[in-house]
């Protein structure tokens, strides 16, 4: 917070934007629950229309607030609470209309609990910590001043969106680990990281080919500030070309969530941001002085590394069931 005074305007804006934010908190939950029972079950079909009406709500509101009503960055945050609140009373339906998974409940037992905890905590545990590691991240690019971090979030928002099928393959991947796993179906649960591996690259060359040409015509739509689009020019490159190396890391994650080897998952998230990432970045900029292009150089060479790193991890899974089935039963 420190470094966010330096530009008030940032600050304050930051610190409306968060308050208005949590107030969505409750429909942001609920609407991961209903992604989670759905993508288990390998429906990723209905998770998609809401999230479709979800950004068509999130447009539409964002226009009314930011161009019709004036309301700046209080207006963006109220149009993402607004929009996850109208689509919480379709997925609160589609959970508890009448179904026999409800009619008959299962019974709930210490036992159950605790083996669910066991491959869920650190799964959770690593997005904590993977959030709080980009906080100190932003915090040092904040030292380059706003032109920057817009910059670095221009070319970061065309990337997140070339990542969104990537993300999906590795939800996708982790449900059908998890049930090939189940069903002690070792050579198909291989087969299907293996074919997922093999889209990602396929996908990630495709979104290269394309996007890259188009950067340029890109990121005059997106600013109109001469400093922030030669940054946001500078460092897409560098996030579009290793786009298959996050992906495949995303490939990694979603065997070892659905394999129940979260802790590994854990370990690699931990080591990528405060083992590697946040230390290149400080080494960077205080020892070698290359001020804004440290950030790409340390998210380089850190997701090259975890890369390497990870496939190591994977040859650890033994493709059998984490949670004894008598404890299930």
């Not at 008030?8 to 992604?35: D, T």
């Not at 040409?213 to 001469?226: A, G, Q, V, Y």
């Not at 129940?260 to 230390?279: N, Q, Y």
């Amino acid at each position: 917070m420190n470094v966010l005074k330096k530009d008030e305007k940032i600050y304050y804006a930051s610190i409306s934007y968060i308050r208005i934010r949590s107030l969505g908190c409750p429909f942001l939950f609920i609407f991961y629950i209903y992604q989670a029972i759905h993508h288990a079950k390998g429906d990723t079909f209905h998770p998609l229309i809401l999230s479709f009406l979800n950004i068509l709500f999130h447009v539409i509101l964002s226009y009314l607030f930011l161009f019709h009503y004036s309301l700046g960055i209080k207006g963006s945050s109220l149009s993402t609470v607004i929009s996850e609140l109208l689509i919480t009373p379709l997925i609160l339906y589609s959970l508890l209309k009448k179904r026999t998974i409800w009619k008959k409940p299962p019974k709930i037992t210490k036992e159950k609990c605790l083996s669910i905890l066991k491959i869920s905590f650190p799964t959770g545990m690593s997005q904590i910590i993977t959030h709080l590691g980009f906080i100190f991240v932003q915090s040092l690019i904040l030292s380059f001043g706003s032109e920057t971090v817009s910059g670095i979030s221009i070319a970061n928002q065309v990337t997140n969106i070339l990542l969104i099928p990537i993300v999906s393959c590795s939800i996708i991947l982790s449900t059908f680990v998890g049930q090939n796993i189940g069903a002690k179906n070792k050579e198909r649960a291989k087969r299907f990281f293996r074919i997922s591996t093999h889209y990602i690259l396929i996908f990630s060359m495709i979104a290269i080919l394309l996007f890259y040409p188009l950067k340029n015509s890109l990121f005059h739509l997106m600013t109109k500030n001469e400093n922030t689009y030669q940054v946001a020019k500078e460092y897409f490159p560098w996030s579009l070309f290793t786009l298959p190396i996050v992906g495949l890391f995303e490939n990694i994650l979603g065997l070892f969530h659905g394999s129940g080897h979260t802790k590994d998952s854990f370990f690699l998230s931990t080591i990528r941001l405060w083992i590697l990432r946040l230390p290149l970045l400080y080494v960077f900029i205080h020892f070698f002085h290359l001020e804004r292009s440290s950030t790409w150089y340390s998210m380089t060479i850190s997701n090259i590394l975890i890369l390497i790193l990870g496939y190591l991890f994977t040859k650890r899974i033994t493709y059998e069931v984490k949670i004894k089935e008598r404890r299930l039963s």
